[in-house]
């Protein structure tokens, strides 16, 4: 993944809620799936692993986050070990055989979570994070941000 997905993504976290944190690692798990399919494609078997890893990282991230006490969070550890299987059977075989389905489930997911986050009106999760604003400069056409906040007392207090 590039250093500007990266970014963006560590800025969204910042800013994310419970349930925006769950669509953003659907994401991350589409988006490193795909990097795994053009690594696969351009004959770069050691990216396509690596990338694929990635993904089955998010998707461990996703099964942490499971509350188990409930029947839905009990189907969803069954449907995100199923496709973690999915993807290591792809990364075993060195093929793209399987890797269909778990994008189709996971794209699925990810609507359902974008549905759920109009709903939630919970604050973020991470708290005494700096604000950042980003926008144009007048007339120079290009990309700013700008980090507002104090940031000298973000660390731990003693």
Do not use: W
């Not at 250093?3 to 953003?24: H, L, S, V």
């Not at 969803?76 to 793209?96: D, S, T």
């Not at 009106?121 to 994070?129: A, C, G, L, Q």
């Amino acid at each position: 993944m590039k250093q500007e997905k990266i970014q963006a993504y560590t800025r969204r976290i910042t800013m994310a809620n419970k349930t925006q944190m769950i669509t953003i690692l659907y994401e991350m798990v589409l988006d490193y799936i795909e990097e795994a399919e053009e690594e696969f494609e351009s004959g770069n078997n050691n990216g396509f692993i690596e990338s694929a890893g990635k993904a089955m990282n998010c998707i461990d991230e996703l099964i942490h986050s499971l509350n188990l006490e409930y029947e839905l969070g009990r189907n969803l550890l069954g449907l995100y070990l199923f496709e973690k299987r999915q993807l290591l059977r792809a990364v075993g075989k060195l093929n793209l055989e399987n890797i269909p389905h778990v994008k189709k489930t996971f794209t699925n997911l990810h609507e359902a979570y974008l549905k759920l986050e109009t709903m939630d009106t919970e604050k973020s999760v991470m708290t005494n994070v700096p604000k950042v604003y980003a926008g144009l400069i007048y007339g120079r056409g290009k990309l700013t941000e700008t980090i507002s906040a104090d940031t000298y007392g973000r660390g731990y207090m003693a």
